[in-house]
């Protein structure tokens, strides 16, 4: 099993999350709160209350997790694929594999990544929604002490599948559309490309941008649902299970619910998404 596609998937993993971490802390807040009356409010509430340290909540522990996550997301897919058509990376450009393999694989990689991520997921997002400001003398304490401490915590009071809340939401945002995600990257990236030939870094940057843009237009709904679910248990349960998380976000606030926090996904999308496949196809050239 070729490894180079799980190594060059962690590194650019981790390039993408740090620039789009900040746009994230905003979408997680203003998805599960309601005191904040839109991105800009949003922003300056967290920089006044928070300073800059505010937008990084939480980002120590996906860096690493994020990581893995990419990793094996890059990796299942590449084997996959492998699989599917028999052809190597290196070969892809020669052979192009068709759009049904690669949205196969694409997806096969979203489901494996999804239940790696879902802990490390319903970490971050608790720990991006504690709005108490950091070392303040007189401040009250944040119910979780950082991404250990978190965990431990879940452990103890609702047990490992405590962990793994909003999962099945996970799974549904993440397998389509990545098999979504990985299909707009290689038809953007053929449209643009002479055949035969690799794309340059301008064509690689604008289809993985695109690529993200489009899988989180469309992972949106289901994001808003995973993000509640998650937050569900802190204080005691509010819903059943996702189907009723779903039925009454909906009785209570309208269609719109399902779409908070698109303008921010896709705004984190570009560059995430861009700076994960430059430096992957860069990593990867450079072991050929
Ligand atoms: C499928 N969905 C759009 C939800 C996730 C796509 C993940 C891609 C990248 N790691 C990122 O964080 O943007």
Known sequence: ????????????????????????????????????????????????????????????????????????????????????????????RAQPPSYTNI?????????????????????????????????QIGSSEPRYRGPVHCAASILREEGPQGLFRGSWALVLRDTPTLGMYFVT???????????????????????????GIASWITATPFDVIKSRMQMDGLKGRKYRGMLDCMASSFQQEGIGVFFKGMTLNSARAFPVNAATFLSYEYLLSLWR
């Open 103 to 135: 949205f196969i694989a694409g997806c096969t990689g979203g489901l494996l990544q999804a239940y790696c991520l879902a802990p490390f997921d319903l970490i971050k997002v608790r720990l991006q929604n504690q709005t108490e400001p950091r070392m």
């Open 185 to 211: 990257y290689e038809g953007l990236c053929r449209q643009y490309t002479p055949e035969g030939q690799n794309p340059s870094s301008a064509t690689v940057l604008v289809a993985g941008g695109f690529a």
């Open 1 to 92: 099993m070729p490894v180079e596609e799980f190594v060059a998937g962690w590194i650019s993993g981790a390039v993408g999350l740090v620039l789009g971490h900040p746009f994230d802390t905003i979408k997680v807040r203003l998805q599960t709160q309601n005191t904040y009356q839109g991105i800009v409010d949003c922003i300056l509430k967290t920089y006044r209350h928070e300073s800059v340290l505010g937008f990084f909540k939480g980002m120590s522990f996906p860096i690493a997790s994020v990581a893995l996550v990419n990793s094996v997301l890059f990796g299942v897919y590449s084997n996959t694929l492998l699989a599917l058509t028999a052809t190597s990376h290196q070969e892809r």
